[in-house]
């Protein structure tokens, strides 16, 4: 990775935009996002097939991985395994809380190739915009549709983003959101594989972030 990227990367983790890891892999305009119900059950997850504008695939993980309480309410360690971006796989798990409609991350543990896991400041945590936690509160209701991916076939609600950024197809029992398909202008994500007993990825013990740690990364 040169000097540019590099910079350019640790820039964006420092933000902690929710999708870090793709918007370094799509740009941001392309980044897909998770949007859904959420209904977090720990070891529930899937992995989704994702497709740029040009027609590329990669594949992104995710699942609950742990449970525990933050300040008197249920927090869940949600995970996302992303394969295949410049650095190689990228792990991140947040442990999230829900806040009336929108989720609150607690803490931020990531782990690049070859790395020990990484904690981020709480401060980065706090300077983080909430996220839904109910795609309804955004979109409007289709209805009703049977979606058929390689995971099965779901009785879905059909939804569309009011702000015209995509389609969401949700169904229970599809992973902690739900999300079955979603449609977009620039990318698109479909659940190819359902996970009822996902585990954390990350091994050994945190240590405070280090910008430092992306530079041996290819």
């Known amino acids: ?29 392309q980044a897909p996002s ?14 989704y097939e994702v497709t740029k504008k040009d027609g ?26 992303i394969a295949d971006t410049s650095m190689g796989t990228m792990i991140f798990k947040n442990l999230t809380v829900r806040d009336d409609q929108n989720m609150v991350t607690s803490k931020t543990i990531m782990q690049l190739p070859g790395k020990p896991p990484m904690e981020m400041p709480e401060r980065m945590n706090q300077a983080r915009d ?22 099965g076939t779901f009785n879905t609600t059909h939804y569309k983003m009011k702000d015209g950024s995509g389609d969401v197809w949700v169904a229970d029992h599809a992973g902690p959101y739900g999300m079955v398909k979603f449609q977009g202008k620039d990318s698109s994500m479909m659940l190819i594989k359902v996970e009822q007993n996902a585990k954390d990825k990350i091994t050994g013990t945190p240590v405070p972030f280090n910008p430092m740690a992306f530079s041996g990364q290819r």
């Open 1 to 29: 990775m040169n000097r540019t990227t590099r910079f350019g990367v640790i820039a964006a983790v420092c933000l902690l935009l929710p999708m870090v890891a793709s918007a370094q892999m799509f740009g941001r305009s």
């Open 34 to 47: 998770w949007r859904g119900v959420w209904n977090p059950v720990v070891g529930a997850g899937g992995t």
């Open 56 to 81: 590329t695939k990669t594949t992104m993980e995710m699942g609950i991985v742990g449970k525990e309480s933050v300040n008197g309410k249920d927090g869940y360690w949600f995970e996302i395994t």
């Open 130 to 151: 909430p996220q839904p936690a109910d795609i309804r509160q955004l979109a409007e209701e289709v209805g009703p549709e049977s979606v058929t991916t390689p995971a």
